[in-house]
């Protein structure tokens, strides 16, 4: 059958494809981990995860395709609504719940973007809604787990808050597509939605902070390794004073967020 290119993704931009009800996209040394955890949500009854089917003879992996929408930057109005937001913080939450009977020990993963505290839960780390499938609106599937490593939740709902609330400098979320929105109040979505308690609110504040270190410092490694291809997608993506711009947005609004979350 013919391969039918799909759009979105960063490092693997291009290299994704459809073929018929499988999806192809190039593995990597963790995605034997990757396959053994989406078969063990799956079995624990967690549906909004690509079925793995393999690894082709030609290094590619084979994934069950998922119908739905995608959205890629800069995204659609609808992907931004309050109700879209909600119900891909309550899909990281059943993620989470199908995931606690899965023992990550003695596998291994990518720690690029990987809790900086640590954890036994196996987290996405990636929620972007270019990672998301979603029907009329709602989120029913979550895509691209190669950066899922164990850690904490909390720190995985913070990569998701920095991606889609989002914790961005005014410049930089307008550049991505972003409409003006009342952030604090959709990172307050994010928590009751995913249901954490009072504790997790505080706790999830203090992860945000280890979010936004953890990505900023794999882009400067991108840097100082210094290969052209990534130093040329970083710099199209806002170069790397885009973390310096959202650090200090972070710091001015914080208080705001700390409110919200009460």
């Known amino acids: 059958m013919a391969e039918e290119q799909l759009a979105g993704g960063i490092a693997n931009a291009g290299k994704v494809v459809r073929v018929g009800p499988h999806v192809l996209r190039p593995s990597s ?13 799956k079995d624990a009854g967690f549906e909004g995860a690509p079925t793995p089917i393999g690894i082709d003879e030609d290094g590619r992996e084979r994934l069950g395709f998922i119908e739905g929408e995608v959205p890629v930057a800069p995204y659609p109005v609808w992907s931004q609504s309050g109700t879209a937001l909600a119900s891909v913080a309550r899909l990281l939450r059943g993620l989470h719940d199908a995931a606690r009977g899965f023992a990550p020990q003695g596998l291994t993963w990518n720690d690029g973007l990987a809790d900086p505290a640590g954890g036994t839960l196996v987290c996405h780390n990636d929620v972007e809604l270019s990672n998301v499938v979603f029907r009329d609106g709602i989120a029913v599937a979550l895509l691209d787990f190669e950066f899922a490593a164990p850690g904490r939740p909390v720190y995985d709902l913070a990569q998701l808050a920095r991606l889609c609330v989002p914790i961005e400098d005014d410049f930089d979320q307008h550049r991505i597509g972003w409409l003006p929105a009342d952030r604090p109040a959709r990172l307050r979505l994010v928590a009751d939605a995913y249901g954490l308690d009072r504790d997790g609110r505080a706790e999830l504040l203090t992860a945000i902070d280890d979010a936004l270190a953890r990505i900023e410092a794999a882009a400067r490694r991108t840097i100082n390794k210094g290969d052209p291809n990534t130093v040329a997608r970083l710099n199209r993506t806002g170069g790397i004073e885009k973390y310096t711009r959202r650090r200090h947005w972070w710091t001015t609004h914080h208080d705001q967020f700390t409110a919200a979350l009460r």
């Open 29 to 41: 040394p963790y995605s034997g981990s990757i396959h053994a955890f989406l078969r063990a949500v």
